[in-house]
């Protein structure tokens, strides 16, 4: 079996393009590469959940039908992926050609050498769009000391979804603050919100353990935290590097994410992000 190295002439660490199938197929004009690829293998490492490997396993088909080259996507639950890839790459197996991950991670893989410098090949590359991805995460996600390491698929920001319906009815206004979020969650926690003869809940957020649920107590805690502005930091403080959650803020961030915990689903602590997106989906 022909892997990456095939693709190149050489043995390749691990190239970590997040957009691996997306990117390249936009840079394949007609059937120009069809059959070039012919017998390669790639094999790419994502999370278990339709969110990322689903678009990359219906994508595949397509990909090798204009490349010849196979996708062989793998998939892991989040909580492992950081260490499938770190023990697959510092081992040496290099059983993975290619992977998506959280952002945060590339710094640990940066270091030891797993990751390469995607610069030169961007430069060379007049049909990839980056202005097409957010210039946050085009020049933060993307970067690591200056250098391109990742493309970006897939950028995240949280938001509070709310059923305006339901707020116009009560005479609410759309929350503002987390008073305000658990003042509407208790309001409308325990009633029939979909017509279905069956209570409801007034709140819903992702809270499951090493998964990606981290996400959620950090846009609790940041309003706290950064009570004069984002130069404060989220994490650490900026001048001493200390955690910032021996503190009161932090505190309080804790208080109101127990406090939504009472108008959750029953099994709310078990929830992803997924599972909480196809749940206020269905009402």
């Known amino acids: 079996m022909k892997r990456l190295k095939n693709l190149y002439g050489k043995e390749v660490l691990a190239i970590i393009i997040a957009s691996l199938l997306s990117c390249f197929l936009s840079l394949i004009s007609g059937q120009a590469m069809a059959g070039k690829y012919d017998g390669v293998t790639i094999n790419v490492m994502t999370f278990t959940g339709p969110q990322i490997a689903e678009p990359l396993q219906r994508r595949a088909p397509e990909f090798k039908k204009l490349t010849g080259a196979t996708i062989n996507v793998i998939t892991v639950p989040f909580s492992d992926l950081y260490t499938k890839l770190l023990t697959d790459w510092a081992t040496g197996t290099n059983s993975i050609d290619a992977a998506v991950f959280a952002p945060q991670w590339m710094a640990d893989y940066v270091g030891p050498g797993y990751l390469e410098d995607l610069s030169p090949r961007i430069a060379r590359d007049k049909a990839l769009q980056l202005e097409d991805i957010?210039?946050?995460?085009?020049?933060?996600?993307?970067?690591?000391?200056?250098?391109?390491?990742?493309?970006?698929?897939?950028?995240?920001?949280?938001?509070?979804?709310?059923?305006?319906?339901l707020l116009k009815k009560a005479g609410m206004n759309p929350p503002a603050t987390w008073d305000d979020y658990i003042a509407i969650a208790k309001k409308f926690?325990?009633?029939?919100?979909?017509?279905?003869?069956?209570?409801?809940?007034?709140?819903?957020?992702?809270?499951?353990?090493?998964?990606?649920?981290?996400?959620?107590?950090?846009?609790?805690?940041?309003?706290?935290?950064?009570?004069?502005?984002?130069?404060e930091g989220a994490f650490f403080d900026l001048d001493t590097m200390e955690p910032l959650v021996n503190n009161d803020a932090f505190g309080a961030a804790l208080d109101v994410y127990q406090e939504t915990t009472k108008y959750g689903p029953p099994d709310e602590i078990n929830l992803d992000v997924g599972d909480t997106r196809g749940l206020f989906t269905s009402g």
């Open 134 to 165: 957010g210039k946050f995460f085009r020049d933060f996600s993307m970067k690591f000391g200056g250098k391109t390491y990742t493309i970006t698929l897939d950028g995240d920001f949280q938001m509070a979804y709310y059923r305006s319906d």
């Open 189 to 231: 926690h325990g009633q029939d919100l979909n017509g279905d003869g069956k209570p409801d809940y007034g709140s819903c957020i992702s809270k499951k353990r090493n998964a990606q649920a981290f996400w959620m107590i950090t846009s609790v805690s940041a309003g706290f935290i950064q009570a004069k502005g984002t130069s």
